[in-house]
């Protein structure tokens, strides 16, 4: 059995496609784009899978070292993979109420 059909049928946090605990698609399971790079599947880790799913297969598993970090978004704090290492927001929307905040914030200390 290789590593995403242990995923998709032994993971508890797995379901259609989405990891539970992240409230992401599953980066075991599909490749995904990481600052700009595309990254197949086998290149991802996931602590929970390496720790409770396949502990016995983790030495068969290639990869170069590489961890991908996620992050809680400041506005709405749902975890996203940053495409950069200053990303603090997990959209444009996001984004727009951050902006929005700080902008009341300056004009009201101005008034």
């Given at each position: 059995m290789n590593r995403r059909q242990l995923v998709r049928n032994k993971c508890a946090n797995y379901k259609e496609?989405?990891?539970?605990?992240?409230?992401i698609e599953c980066p075991l399971v599909t490749s995904f784009e990481y600052r700009g790079k595309e990254f197949p599947?086998?290149?991802a880790e996931c602590s929970y899978f390496d720790k409770f799913v396949a502990p016995?297969?983790?030495e068969d598993i290639?990869?170069?070292g590489t961890v991908y970090s996620y992050r809680e978004c400041g506005?709405?704090?749902?975890?996203f993979k940053p495409?950069?290492?200053?990303?603090?927001?997990c959209?444009?929307?996001?984004k727009k109420v951050a902006r929005r905040r700080t902008n009341?914030?300056?004009?009201m200390n101005n008034k």
């Open positions: 496609g989405m990891c539970l605990l992240r409230d599947c086998e290149e016995g297969i983790q290639e990869t170069d506005i709405c704090e749902k975890q495409k950069s290492s200053v990303s603090k927001y959209s444009d929307r996001c009341n914030k300056y004009y």
